[in-house]
């Protein structure tokens, strides 16, 4: 995308675009990281930590710098004026009335430091290819991002590409400060071209790879995508850049057929629970979520079902469980959530086992009001002590701390937890009879 010297001034004056500063000399790197970020997106659901799931998995629908200082100047307009600024001190001997134009007689050396001062100065007089990358070399030793940027717009409108990226090349901090000044101003086009003529062709990549962001149509979108599947990018990357398309490929058949179900009114999740937004375009979380809520019982050869998407994904165990428990207990399907942690060994038998931990289990059938006798029954799974009898005694699971309490002979425990039910309730009689028994022998 071509800008005029109108859109140059905008960046300038505007307070929206950052500046690269010489804090971080990585500044260009860590801009990389972020479209790797982009790229990487899909990473989302192999994330461990545990205070980030719950929320992941809620589907709603929903180079170098500039030192800012006194007298810096205002706009781009009156630091880099086409015409030759004026110094309208009299020079002795002239009539009243008569002024010197100095501006011709100002070195690079001044004109910088006069752009770091603030001061309205031209660079049109620097015509020579010599005199602007000494321009370039006073900005740079002067580590004024403003300054360097200033003068690298003037560069950019006033030579050639292929002699701006030569020179750029063998200039290091005047190279960041270029990309990312084109990257502030979304000159996709020009970045585009540098990085190809730098051959740094993962950046080149990358670079392509973000244009996707501006396609708005799915399908535009999706074979946008696909171009982007052949480009140069770390093997990593390229493992990503083929789960972007494929997902979106995914999403675009799921949405049609569901928009369809929904308008049909004939498929019960649709009219007790009608779709709040489009899953095109949403994370792998967002569509495995969705998939468990609407599709959970499909076949695992259709493109919708959970486990198709698990395998094709390659989603792990722990990142599944949690999100299917997710989406099964906001229906309150409590069957479906017994059946996601029961397991059979080989000789037949059941027993419960959950990769998350069945504290969080807990955690997230609360969140979604079950009954007290389903928490009951998964805080009893909770294999610590100390965290069983704190959920236990935080939802109210009477039995499983009275329970617990007379398990651990704990007397003092168990009296101080009497005070905490209903008097002349089934749980007040339940202590009193155990703390009548003769058989424990207490602790405390």
Known sequence: MNRTKGDEEEYWNSSK?????????????????????????????????????????????EPVGSRTRPGSFQSLSDALSDTPAKSYAPELGRPKGEYRDYSNEWSPSDTVRRLRKGKVCSLERFRSLQDKLQLLEEAVSMHDGNVITAVLIFLKRTLSKEILFRELEVRQIALRHFIHFLKEIGDQKL?????????????????????????????????????????????????????????????????ANDRHLESAGQTEIFRKHPRKASILNMPLVTTLFYSCFYHYMEAEGTFSSPINLKKTFKIP??????????????????????????????????KKRAPIGFHRVVEILHKNSAPVQILQEYVNLVEDVDTKLNLAT???????????????????????????????????????????????RWKN
């Open 317 to 350: 165990d722990k990142q599944y469980v949690l999100t299917a428990l997710a989406a099964r207990a906001k229906l309150r399907a409590w069957h479906d959530v017994d059946a996601l942690f029961t397991t059979k060994n080989w000789l037949g038998y059941t």
């Open 17 to 61: 675009f950052k500046a690269f500063t010489f804090d971080d000399e990585d500044d260009e790197l860590s801009q990389l990281k972020e479209s790797k970020r982009a790229v990487n997106s899909l990473r989302d659901f192999v994330d461990d930590d545990d205070d980030d799931d719950l929320e992941r998995v809620s589907w709603s629908g």
């Open 394 to 440: 935080k939802f109210k699971c009477h039995d499983v701390v009275i329970d617990t309490c007379r398990d651990l002979k704990d007397r003092q425990q168990l009296l101080a937890y009497r005070s905490k039910v209903d008097k002349g309730s089934a749980e007040e009689e339940k202590i009193d009879t155990i703390l009548s028994s003769s058989q424990i």
């Open 191 to 255: 970045l585009l071209e540098l990085f190809r003529f730098l051959d740094r062709t993962e950046e080149l990549a990358l670079t392509h790879y973000r244009e996707h962001l501006n396609i708005q149509d799915p399908e535009k979108r999706k074979e946008f995508l696909k171009t982007c599947i052949g480009l140069p990018f770390s093997a990593e990357d390229s493992a990503h850049i083929q789960d972007h398309y494929t997902l979106l490929e995914r999403q675009i058949i799921i949405e």
